[in-house]
């Protein structure tokens, strides 16, 4: 009954690639389960917070979340991406490697990698983020820190600006001109 069931679901659901699989069983059935287990480990890597769910207090996770409803607190994602949906009420600090608001944030905004405030998205506070994305119809209200990750490109800067001033200040330049 088993196998009749996995061959009814994938004809049912799809035309034209199932009905070849269908008379190699195994090999449809194990063609299937991994095209569905990445889904899953997707969906599984990616949480969503529904409309109706109102969270108050510390939010941590080591997955992508997606947040429609409403958080009053702290949201904590450091690797991961953060999507305020466009039904998402964001009162909280957030830290997290990308967040994409296409709702409203109100709180200071910490993002590793990215800051993307799409179109109808709202951001009152400030932003610290290396890249920072406004789309226009968007709404932002704060200051912006865009801090580079990249430190070794701010010594050498630091490293050719000290040679510059030090020989004209040197003895060199001194007995040059004497």
Partial sequence: ??????AVKPAGGHGNEPKPAAPIQQAGASVVQPTSDPRRQIERDMVNIGKSVVIKGELNGSEDLTVEGHVDGKIELKDHVLTIGPNGRIKAQVF????????????????SEK????????????IISPRVAIAE???????V??????????????????????????????AAAH
Wanted: net charge neutral.
């Fill in 115 to 126: 800051v993307d405030i799409r179109d109808g998205g709202s951001v009152d506070g400030d």
């Fill in 145 to 174: 820190d865009m801090q580079r990750k990249a430190t070794p490109a701010a010594q050498p800067q630091a490293t050719q600006a000290q040679p510059q001033p030090q020989p004209k200040t040197t003895v060199p330049a001194s």
């Fill in 1 to 6: 009954m088993w196998k009749r069931d996995e």
């Fill in 96 to 111: 997290a490697k990308a967040v994409i608001v296409l709702g409203e944030v109100t709180g200071n905004v910490t993002a």
């Fill in 137 to 143: 119809g968007a709404h932002f209200r704060g200051s």
